[in-house]
């Protein structure tokens, strides 16, 4: 039976890691002639992957992990004037590590021929690695089809105008919305003069010169975005994988919710009417201050809905957060239930 071996490059960001290595497991379980060497890039960021790695050390004997030398970050400074570039500077730092790792595999007889580099989004400067060693490259994308429009949209218009956008430009017409996007809703690195609209740029630039790219969405969600794909005769070939969740898969520990907390949310799950619940998920770096805070409250209040909320925490706001699930917690609250988010710093 023929073998064949992907190398995927995820960054050491929670959300990135986690959903590039349950992709990898899953394709994998799909088609068990492959096999996946992840490089692990070790980044004082995020120290989750370092923990979670081990964990699924034990669990698939075709996934293996090589750890890469650290490199030096970029100076601090650069972190206070955009998250961005500072994180793109730093994974450019790894490819000399990178492209040896993949030499090495390439020239050891005992591994399975490489069918290609996947490259996670703040990695896409190393697609010259995979172009210098002849292998394809594929960029796996942790945000939907929507994020992914904009991103192939962006070096079109940094040619117009070349400038970062203004909170008074015009709503944005995009081929993968259907409707105008407002300004204010891009990320805000769009809007940062001290480099992260260049960072942004400068990633956006590679997206047409991989050989295909990974999304992790369906196209039941976004069926019209992924037409647009098709439609413009550009776009390398896009290929919906998604959901790709975390789930039973040390799920718990992510959410930094214990066993008990787990059971209490879904006995209550489990007893309320079928496709009846919205939930309330902004991510790890999602923080909201009090107004928007207490307005998402009176919001769900007022639907008269149910819901979930994976509701952070941390930060000045903390407490606030922990007065709104004393006051709404599922004994005193019907219709709503909490889930206490407290990302790692």
Same mark, same amino acid.
């Given at each position: 039976?023929?073998?064949?071996?992907?190398?995927?490059?995820?960054?050491?960001?929670h959300g990135?890691?986690?959903?590039?290595?349950?992709?990898?497991?899953?394709?994998?379980?799909?088609?068990?002639?492959?096999?996946?060497?992840?490089?692990?890039?070790?980044?004082?960021?995020?120290?989750?992957?370092d923990?979670?790695k081990?964990?699924?050390?034990?669990?698939d004997?075709?996934?293996?992990f090589i750890?890469?030398?650290?490199?030096?970050?970029?100076?601090?400074?650069?972190?206070?004037?955009?998250?961005?570039?500072?994180?793109?500077?730093?994974?450019?730092?790894?490819?000399?590590h990178v492209?040896?790792?993949?030499?090495?595999?390439i020239?050891?007889?005992?591994?399975?021929?490489?069918?290609?580099?996947v490259?996670?989004?703040?990695?896409?400067?190393?697609?010259?690695?995979?172009?210098?060693?002849?292998?394809p490259?594929?960029?796996?994308?942790?945000?939907?089809?929507?994020?992914?429009?904009?991103?192939?949209?962006?070096?079109?218009?940094?040619?117009?105008?070349?400038?970062?956008?203004?909170?008074?430009?015009?709503?944005?017409?995009?081929?993968?919305?259907?409707?105008?996007? *407002? =300004?204010?809703?891009?990320?805000?690195? $769009?809007?940062?003069?001290? /480099? !992260?609209? @260049?960072?942004?740029?400068?990633? %956006?630039?590679?997206?047409?010169?991989?050989?295909?790219?990974?999304?992790?969405?369906?196209?039941?969600?976004?069926?019209?975005?992924?037409?647009?794909?098709?439609?413009?005769?550009?776009?390398? *070939? =896009?290929?919906?994988?998604g959901?790709? $969740?975390?789930?039973?898969? /040390? !799920?718990? @520990?992510?959410?930094?919710?214990? %066993?008990?907390?787990?059971?209490?949310?879904?006995?209550?799950?489990?007893?309320?009417p079928?496709?009846?619940?919205?939930?309330?998920?902004?991510?790890?770096?999602?923080?909201?201050?009090?107004?928007?805070l207490?307005?998402?409250?009176?919001? $769900?209040?007022?639907?008269?809905?149910r819901?979930l909320?994976?509701?952070r925490?941390r930060g000045p706001?903390?407490?606030?957060?922990?007065?709104?699930?004393?006051?709404?917690?599922?004994?005193?609250?019907?219709?709503?239930?909490?889930?206490?988010?407290?990302?790692?710093?």
């Amino acid at each position: 039976m023929k073998r064949a071996e992907l190398v995927m490059v995820p960054t050491s960001g929670h959300g990135h890691y986690i959903s590039a290595v349950e992709f990898a497991r899953r394709l994998i379980r799909a088609d068990d002639r492959f096999s996946v060497t992840i490089l692990h890039l070790r980044s004082s960021l995020d120290p989750h992957p370092d923990i979670f790695k081990k964990s699924v050390l034990l669990s698939d004997t075709h996934l293996h992990f090589i750890d890469l030398p650290s490199v030096d970050p970029p100076p601090s400074h650069l972190l206070q004037k955009s998250m961005e570039q500072y994180i793109v500077l730093f994974y450019e730092s790894f490819i000399p590590h990178v492209k040896d790792a993949i030499t090495h595999l390439i020239s050891n007889p005992d591994s399975p021929p490489l069918a290609g580099l996947v490259l996670d989004f703040f990695c896409l400067p190393m697609i010259d690695v995979a172009i210098e060693l002849g292998l394809p490259s594929y960029l796996f994308l942790t945000s939907g089809a929507g994020f992914l429009g904009l991103m192939l949209y962006l070096p079109t218009r940094h040619t117009q105008i070349g400038t970062e956008f203004e909170e008074l430009d015009p709503d944005l017409e995009l081929p993968s919305f259907v409707h105008p996007v *407002p =300004v204010r809703i891009l990320p805000a690195a $769009l809007s940062n003069k001290h /480099g !992260g609209y @260049a960072a942004y740029v400068k990633l %956006a630039q590679r997206f047409r010169d991989v050989n295909g790219i990974v999304v992790n969405t369906i196209t039941e969600l976004e069926p019209y975005a992924i037409e647009s794909f098709a439609d413009d005769g550009q776009t390398p *070939p =896009v290929y919906t994988v998604g959901p790709v $969740l975390d789930i039973g898969f /040390g !799920g718990q @520990a992510h959410l930094g919710s214990d %066993a008990v907390d787990r059971d209490k949310i879904m006995e209550w799950l489990d007893a309320q009417p079928e496709a009846s619940v919205v939930f309330l998920c902004f991510g790890s770096w999602g923080s909201f201050g009090e107004a928007q805070l207490r307005e998402i409250a009176l919001g $769900l209040d007022g639907s008269g809905l149910r819901f979930l909320w994976a509701l952070r925490l941390r930060g000045p706001d903390g407490k606030l957060g922990e007065a709104l699930i004393a006051q709404h917690s599922p004994r005193s609250c019907q219709r709503g239930s909490w889930i206490e988010w407290e990302r790692e710093e």
